[in-house]
């Protein structure tokens, strides 16, 4: 028996379905689309070229000899120094394009040019993500049961194997984990001329919040679930086996939710970033709720 055509109409969006399918494919190109213009400017805007030099470095007096958040937060957008150091999470791990070990050819870029590919990596190459869209920009599909722009889909075939990646994005992003607790830990760090003191600001809340819900989607990714729960058939023969069963329960259990955590987690950091720019570039005081200078 040859295959079976569907009866499906024919012409881009045509459908014999009655519900309000295009609200959640056109949500979604909204929310994406957003967020990659948000965080492709403000990746740029610590870069020194054109219009974006007025945040650049060349824009801060002591670039030359800044080595420190506090040198360089006090002419930047990426970080508040309030006695403590609340840094981005897009510019974390923080990287100064003008250090000796980097070529001078590359000291115009700004320090989240070095770091965010791999973030942008890892939600890209994103089971979830890719589904999002595919039929967010590319219509593939355009939904279940509604006819698309173009008639054929071949898979995850030619340029698209780089989604395979997907597993070494992984491993990076877990990396990125112990490097936004500690700039949480600095942020709750205060310091001045007479000692070290511990305080709590409304951007260290922020920053730890930013920490738990990339947690949440990190441990929950497939690939993390498969690396922790594949190649064995034994739960319970070893220790080893019994702490891989456990933690195989613990990222199936978020992975349950994989899509929350996804679009919460993608929305906290642009969010966290949001505020310590306004807070660095608008005169706003970070509110100490606790301890502190
Ligand atoms: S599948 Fe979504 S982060 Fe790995």
Same mark, same amino acid.
């Given at each position: 028996?040859?295959?079976?055509?569907?009866?499906?109409?024919?012409?881009?969006?045509?459908?014999?379905?009655?519900?309000?399918?295009?609200?959640?494919?056109?949500?979604?190109?909204?929310?994406?689309?957003?967020?990659?213009?948000?965080?492709?400017?403000?990746g740029?805007?610590?870069? *020194?070229?054109?219009?974006?030099?007025?945040?650049?470095?060349?824009?801060?007096?002591?670039? *030359?000899?800044?080595?420190?958040?506090?040198?360089?937060?006090?002419?930047?957008?990426?970080?508040?120094?309030?006695?403590?150091?609340?840094?981005?999470?897009?510019?974390?791990?923080?990287?100064?394009?003008?250090?000796?070990?980097?070529?001078?050819?590359?000291?115009?870029?700004?320090?989240?040019?070095?770091?965010?590919?791999?973030?942008?990596?890892?939600?890209?190459?994103?089971?979830?993500?890719?589904?999002?869209?595919?039929?967010?920009?590319?219509?593939?599909?355009?939904?279940?049961?509604?006819?698309?722009?173009?008639?054929e889909?071949?898979?995850?075939?030619?340029?698209?194997?780089?989604?395979?990646?997907?597993?070494?994005?992984?491993?990076?992003?877990?990396?990125?984990?112990?490097?936004?607790?500690? *700039?949480?830990?600095?942020?709750?760090?205060f310091?001045?001329?007479?000692?070290?003191?511990?305080?709590?600001?409304?951007?260290?809340?922020?920053?730890?919040?930013?920490?738990?819900?990339?947690?949440g989607?990190?441990?929950?990714?497939?690939?993390?679930?498969?690396?922790?729960g594949?190649?064995?058939?034994?739960?319970?023969?070893?220790?080893?086996n019994?702490?891989?069963?456990?933690?195989?329960?613990?990222?199936?259990?978020?992975?349950?939710?994989?899509?929350?955590?996804?679009?919460?987690?993608?929305?906290?950091?642009?969010?966290? *970033?949001?505020?310590?720019?306004?807070?660095?570039?608008?005169?706003?005081?970070?509110?100490?709720i606790?301890?502190?200078?």
């Amino acid at each position: 028996m040859g295959n079976v055509k569907l009866p499906l109409k024919r012409g881009f969006g045509k459908t014999d379905r009655r519900d309000d399918w295009w609200k959640g494919p056109t949500a979604m190109a909204a929310y994406l689309g957003f967020m990659i213009i948000y965080a492709t400017w403000r990746g740029f805007m610590e870069s *020194d070229f054109l219009f974006f030099s007025d945040f650049g470095a060349s824009s801060c007096e002591n670039w *030359d000899t800044a080595r420190s958040f506090k040198d360089v937060s006090e002419c930047q957008t990426m970080a508040i120094e309030q006695g403590s150091h609340v840094l981005s999470p897009l510019y974390s791990p923080l990287i100064f394009p003008q250090s000796s070990w980097i070529p001078k050819e590359l000291w115009w870029m700004s320090p989240a040019m070095f770091i965010l590919v791999f973030p942008a990596g890892f939600r890209a190459t994103c089971y979830y993500y890719r589904k999002a869209y595919y039929r967010a920009f590319f219509q593939q599909p355009t939904g279940c049961a509604v006819s698309k722009p173009w008639n054929e889909y071949s898979g995850e075939r030619g340029i698209l194997v780089v989604q395979n990646l997907h597993r070494i994005f992984m491993y990076i992003a877990v990396i990125y984990l112990p490097i936004l607790s500690y *700039d949480f830990w600095l942020s709750v760090n205060f310091h001045d001329a007479t000692g070290d003191y511990f305080g709590v600001s409304v951007g260290s809340l922020v920053l730890l919040l930013n920490v738990i819900l990339l947690s949440g989607y990190v441990f929950g990714c497939h690939a993390f679930r498969h690396v922790v729960g594949g190649g064995s058939n034994d739960w319970t023969g070893s220790s080893i086996n019994r702490f891989k069963y456990s933690m195989w329960k613990f990222s199936t259990k978020l992975n349950e939710r994989h899509k929350d955590w996804a679009l919460l987690s993608l929305f906290w950091v642009m969010f966290a *970033d949001f505020y310590i720019w306004i807070c660095q570039d608008f005169g706003l005081t970070d509110y100490v709720i606790l301890g502190g200078i």
